[in-house]
């Protein structure tokens, strides 16, 4: 499963669209696609897209995505932030599958307080705490 959310993520990436106030979540810490987005920017930079005007290269698109925390591993984990940012990961654990982290959130105990407040509990927060602002300040319709 790695390899396809890596798939779908550099699809997601590298398409036109883009949906304002739309939060994607890829699994998985968003699968291979952090060890993968340095050599997708540098097959960009050979095939002469980077000079393209507007355009910008997947590695920084990839901060427009959220991911779970669910790599069973802090050194991966510790990468995931590096390619989407501190406020982009939301705790994952995989729960109810056999695969499941266990106990929920252990992969977060060697991570230092702040990044693990924010991946476990604040970048949720922030997501919904923006929903609420968006839906306060939208007209009504009727």
């Known amino acids: 499963m790695p390899v396809e959310t890596a798939v779908a993520a550099a699809s997601l990436l590298s398409g036109r669209t883009r949906r304002p106030g739309v939060h994607l979540c890829l699994a998985h810490g968003g699968g291979a696609l952090p060890a993968v987005l340095p050599r997708s920017d540098r097959a960009q930079i050979l095939a002469g897209r980077a000079e393209a005007a507007g ?66 509990r604040d970048n949720l927060c922030s997501i919904v705490a923006g929903r609420r602002h968006r839906s306060a300040t939208r007209p009504a319709t009727g």
Not at 73 to 85: H, I, N, Y
Not at 105 to 114: A, F, I, N, Q
Request: charged fraction near 30%.
């Open 55 to 120: 355009h910008r290269m997947l590695g920084e698109r990839a901060r427009e995505l959220w991911c779970d925390s669910l790599t069973y591993d802090a050194d991966s984990l510790r990468l995931t932030v590096e390619r989407f940012g501190r406020d982009h990961v939301l705790l994952g654990t995989d729960y109810p599958f056999a695969a499941r982290e266990f106990p929920p959130g252990v992969v977060l105990d060697d991570l230092d307080e702040h990044l693990r407040a924010a991946i476990s």
